[in-house]
């Protein structure tokens, strides 16, 4: 099995798949590999209302 790509990004979490979105957008093949098989989407699961927000300041001490 043969796979075309630019960039390999390991880890599908937030940051992974935002990375892969950005390059894959500025016209770079790209490849996400992840371990773990994401979980199936249920309609009827409880509403989660969890946040997050990457910027330059949530790395800044």
Do not use: C, H
């Not at 390999?8 to 770079?28: E, K, T």
């Not at 309609?43 to 001490?61: H, P, Q, T, W, Y």
Request: proline share 3%.
């Amino acid at each position: 099995m043969t796979y075309d790509t630019d960039v390999i990004i390991s880890g599908g979490g937030m940051v992974g798949a935002a990375l892969a979105v950005a390059l894959s957008q500025a016209g770079l093949a790209v490849t996400v590999l992840e371990k773990q098989q994401p979980l199936p989407f249920a309609a009827d699961s409880a509403i989660d209302l969890r946040v997050s927000s990457l910027n330059l300041r949530s790395s800044v001490g």
